[in-house]
């Protein structure tokens, strides 16, 4: 069972930016999908962007677009989210979420249900 670990949360200013790290430890990262979503106290999950596991096939969220870039380093088995220009808004625990997939024959998706494995999320807060 894949095993994703989240970090690089933490407080952060407005216009601030911070970069998320999903590591994989024991697995070959390059067979898998990874998603990040977002879950705000009182609300639903939401979707922030993925990552095919070709590096030129991701989405973004509208609430992402032009602020964050995701991206992969099968090397070093993590996904990266770097986060700019956060807003009060962002604030929320984001997790990384993945699928296996043997063949690339679709871009990434961005539906939690989608994803068979997740992890426990990191913290972001975005306060002054």
């Known amino acids: 069972q894949l095993q994703l670990v989240e970090s690089g949360g933490g407080l952060v200013q407005p216009e601030a930016s911070l970069r998320l790290s999903c590591a994989v430890p024991g697995f070959t990262l390059d067979y898998y999908y990874i998603g990040w979503f977002r879950q705000a106290q009182w609300n639903e999950r939401e979707s922030v962007s993925c990552?095919?596991?070709?590096?030129?096939?991701?989405n973004y969220a509208d609430s992402a677009k032009s602020r964050f870039t995701i991206s992969r380093d099968n090397a070093k088995k993590t996904v990266y989210l770097i986060m700019n220009s956060l807003k009060h808004e962002d604030k929320a625990v984001y997790y990384c979420?993945?699928?296996?997939?043997?063949?690339?024959?679709?871009?990434?998706?961005?539906?939690?249900?989608?994803?068979?494995?997740w992890g426990q999320g990191t913290q972001v807060t975005v306060s002054l």
């Open positions: 979420e993945g699928k296996r997939q043997d063949e690339e024959t679709r871009g990434c998706v961005l539906l939690y249900s989608f994803y068979d494995y």
């Open positions: 990552i095919s596991r070709s590096v030129s096939r991701t």
